[in-house]
């Protein structure tokens, strides 16, 4: 597809659970992003790819989390023993080279609900 | 951790009025961006702003860089239902990672 996909789309599970959400970027996009955005807040960066390293994984809340890139293109976000303060939407970004230089273009998101 | 504030937080607007949101930093930027979302939907980019002092305009938008590089600010002239949405400004504080301001929330009375 032309634009960044990103699966589930929705995704329900129980507190305590294992999810992994999942990051196609836009074929050729070297850089990739997740952010986490709850209801009326602004996207908070969670990590950042470049190729298939984790360049900057600051954002990541705890040690619960965990995201790979292990060939450059798809990416995985992982949640381990998920809680309810998990539940937010998880945004994929994907750009040409770096955020320094142009756009983020953004999938439309996988919506957690951890009950 | 460093952070950018927009303000106003929720704007009102009676539709065919301007509408304005500030972006402000205690440092300086490199760069912004502004993005727009709408409800339900994800951040779109609109424009980056690089030098001191830039303004750059996009049909009813108007973006402008603060000679300081410490602040932003996004007006949209004659306001449309179309441009209902969350406005949000971007920014890096000298690394790769983008971080989003508080954003600001407009609704449009029609």
């Known amino acids: 597809g032309a634009g960044v996909s990103q699966t589930p789309s929705n995704k329900v599970t129980e507190k305590g659970k294992y999810v992994e959400l999942r990051c196609d970027p836009i074929s050729g996009h070297t850089a990739l992003y997740w952010y986490r955005q709850s209801l009326g807040q602004g996207p908070e960066f969670l990590i950042y790819f470049q190729g298939t390293g984790a360049a900057d994984d600051s954002g990541l809340p705890n040690d619960r989390f965990f995201a790979v890139r292990p060939e450059g293109s798809v990416s995985t976000l992982k949640i381990q023993r998920t809680e309810r303060g998990d539940s937010a939407v998880y945004l994929c970004?994907?750009?040409?080279?770096?955020?320094?230089?142009?756009?983020?273009?953004f999938g439309e998101g996988s919506r957690l609900t951890v009950l | 951790g460093q952070q950018v504030m927009q303000i106003p937080q929720y704007q009102h607007v009676q539709e065919g009025e301007d509408f304005t949101t500030y972006c402000n930093s205690s440092?300086?930027?490199?760069?912004i961006q502004w993005y727009k979302q709408r409800p339900g939907g994800h951040p779109v980019f609109l424009i980056q702003?690089?030098?001191?002092?830039e303004v750059k305009k996009q049909k009813r938008l108007t973006f402008q860089f603060g000679e300081a590089k410490k602040n932003s600010s996004l007006h949209i002239t004659a306001t449309q239902t179309t441009d209902v949405g969350t406005y949000f400004c971007a920014v890096n504080f000298g690394n790769e990672k983008l971080t989003f301001g508080t954003g600001t929330r407009l609704t449009i009375i029609p």
């Open positions: 702003l690089v030098k001191s002092g």
């Open positions: 970004a994907s750009s040409l080279l770096t955020s320094w230089t142009g756009e983020l273009f």
């Open positions: 440092t300086t930027l490199s760069n």
